[in-house]
Protein backbone atom coordinates (compact mmCIF):
# COMPACT_ATOMS: atom_id res chain seq x y z
CA UNK A 1 0.00 0.00 0.00
CA UNK A 2 1.75 3.43 -1.12
CA UNK A 3 1.91 6.34 1.46
CA UNK A 4 0.52 9.50 0.99
CA UNK A 5 2.44 12.63 0.63
CA UNK A 6 2.00 15.15 3.03
CA UNK A 7 1.23 17.84 0.17
CA UNK A 8 -1.52 15.17 -0.76
CA UNK A 9 -2.93 14.60 2.06
CA UNK A 10 -2.94 18.88 3.18
CA UNK A 11 -4.42 18.85 -0.17
CA UNK A 12 -7.35 16.69 0.51
CA UNK A 13 -7.91 17.89 3.44
CA UNK A 14 -8.41 21.63 1.90
CA UNK A 15 -10.52 20.12 -0.36
CA UNK A 16 -12.74 18.35 2.31
CA UNK A 17 -12.82 21.44 4.56
CA UNK A 18 -13.82 23.89 1.58
CA UNK A 19 -16.12 21.41 0.31
CA UNK A 20 -17.80 21.47 4.57
CA UNK A 21 -17.73 25.48 4.45
CA UNK A 22 -19.32 26.00 1.20
CA UNK A 23 -22.10 22.97 2.08
CA UNK A 24 -22.76 24.98 5.28
CA UNK A 25 -22.85 28.53 4.21
CA UNK A 26 -19.98 29.32 6.63
CA UNK A 27 -17.84 31.78 5.42
CA UNK A 28 -15.07 32.38 8.02
CA UNK A 29 -13.53 30.01 10.59
CA UNK A 30 -11.54 31.56 13.55
CA UNK A 31 -9.24 30.15 15.97
CA UNK A 32 -7.82 31.02 18.72
CA UNK A 33 -8.76 32.29 22.62
CA UNK A 34 -12.27 33.24 21.46
CA UNK A 35 -12.82 31.27 18.06
CA UNK A 36 -15.70 31.88 16.03
CA UNK A 37 -17.54 30.81 12.95
CA UNK A 38 -19.01 33.44 10.71
CA UNK A 39 -21.94 32.03 8.06
CA UNK A 40 -22.99 33.70 4.86
CA UNK A 41 -26.24 34.77 4.35
CA UNK A 42 -26.15 32.37 0.52
CA UNK A 43 -29.08 30.63 -0.29
CA UNK A 44 -26.96 28.58 -2.72
CA UNK A 45 -25.57 27.00 0.35
CA UNK A 46 -29.07 26.50 1.50
CA UNK A 47 -30.34 24.85 -1.67
CA UNK A 48 -27.12 22.64 -1.61
CA UNK A 49 -28.20 21.18 2.05
CA UNK A 50 -31.81 20.95 0.81
CA UNK A 51 -30.47 18.18 -1.88
CA UNK A 52 -28.95 16.60 -0.32
CA UNK A 53 -31.39 15.41 2.44
Known amino acids: MKKS ?3 NVENKM ?3 LNDF ?4 GID ?3 FG ?3 SIKR ?3 KKAKA ?4 KK
Not at 21 to 24: A, E, G, K, N
Open 33 to 35: KNH
Open 48 to 51: INKK
Open 14 to 16: LTD
Open 5 to 7: SKE
Open 40 to 42: TKD
Open 28 to 30: EIT
Open 21 to 24: MLRF
